[in-house]
């Protein structure tokens, strides 16, 4: 039971352009969520995260929005720079609870 | 940075044999975990510790078992390692205090099993 998806295994944008990078969540337990991003060869870093008391948080070029009637999170990237291009995680966790369930990546290529 | 360490970075072992992996971290951080990553599964967690000699059992424990001795060392033992446990394993801690509640990794250790 995949708690987490990110549906788009894979997403290519020109560099300068917007990339949108989605994740959907079944359990409304979920309270806490987070975006990593992972070079090859090394460990997954933090992104940016969001609770679910907000709708949206920004940090510079990078903007989480969170739908929760929809179960839905998005990470916006604007613009999008060549060392952008990495494999993306969404996660999420519930209150009180100190696990995170990732979802299965997507990998962003961004083309000069 | 929160200065984890992960031993060995590469391994190479054939089936049935013992494997452990050690994860070192200089934080002194709660909690401690193990991940493993596979295409089309993203991260799933193994196990994961929330105190010295307390552990917890995560997703995909089957064929795992884990030890923490000291707050600074985790370790994950494959008792009798099979083809299917060949995958990149990552330790993580998590900031309580100060922090986003985001986990922290290692770089990670390629574990193949003939």
């Known amino acids: 039971d995949q708690q987490v998806k990110q549906n788009s295994p894979s997403l290519s944008v020109q560099e300068g352009r917007i990339s949108i990078l989605n994740c959907d969540y079944t359990?409304?337990?979920?309270?806490?969520f987070l975006w990593y991003k992972k070079y090859p060869a090394e460990g997954p870093t933090f992104l940016i995260s969001i609770s679910s008391i907000k709708d949206k948080n920004e940090d510079g070029r990078f903007t989480v929005f969170l739908n929760k009637s929809a179960k839905h999170l998005s990470l916006h990237i604007v613009p999008s720079q060549p060392g952008d291009s990495a494999v993306y995680f969404c996660a999420a966790s519930a209150h009180g609870n100190e696990k995170l369930t990732f979802g299965t990546g997507t990998r962003l290529t961004i083309i000069p | 940075d929160a200065g984890i360490t992960q031993s060995p970075r590469h391994k190479v072992t054939e089936t049935g044999t013992p494997v452990t992996l050690r994860c070192h971290q200089t934080e002194n951080h709660r909690y401690m975990y193990w991940y493993r990553q596979d295409p089309g599964h993203g991260l799933r967690l193994i196990h994961y510790s929330y105190g010295v000699k307390d552990t917890d059992k995560g997703e995909v424990s089957d064929g795992y078992s884990v030890s923490r001795s000291k707050t600074e060392d985790f370790l994950l033992t494959l008792e009798s390692a099979t083809s299917s446990q060949t995958s990149v394993y990552f330790c993580a801690t998590l900031q309580t205090s100060g922090g986003n509640g985001e986990l922290f990794f290692g770089e990670g250790s390629r574990l193949t099993v003939l």
């Open positions: 359990n409304s337990m979920f309270d806490y």
